[in-house]
């Protein structure tokens, strides 16, 4: 697990935060007012998703379109043929808590 300092003021101010990880680059963002930590390039040709679009809770690569649902990382749409790496994280007071341990969400249910 990790505490990642001051980041609910950092998320409310920025759209995207990058966060470079041992696992590899990372992005945080708000998702109606929730933290969603994903991996930062797409699985399908590794566009960056620091500059994908959220539509109707899905996540949408701007080099390919393939989406992804945010939730959980499950690829729906497009040329992906891999699910995205999504991080349990939430807020505790001013802080982002990530639960690195846990690894990504299972994108295989439902």
Known sequence: MARLNGFRERLSEERVVPVETDR???????????P???YALCPHRGGPLEDAYEIERLL????????????????VYGPACA????????FDGPDLVVDWTEGPADATGG
């Open 24 to 34: 590899g680059p990372y992005v945080v963002r708000l998702v109606e007012g929730a």
């Open 36 to 38: 969603v930590v994903h």
């Open 60 to 75: 949408v690569c701007a080099w390919h379109r393939s989406a992804f649902r945010i939730a959980d990382g499950r690829a």
């Open 83 to 90: 699910d995205l790496p999504v991080v349990p994280a939430r």
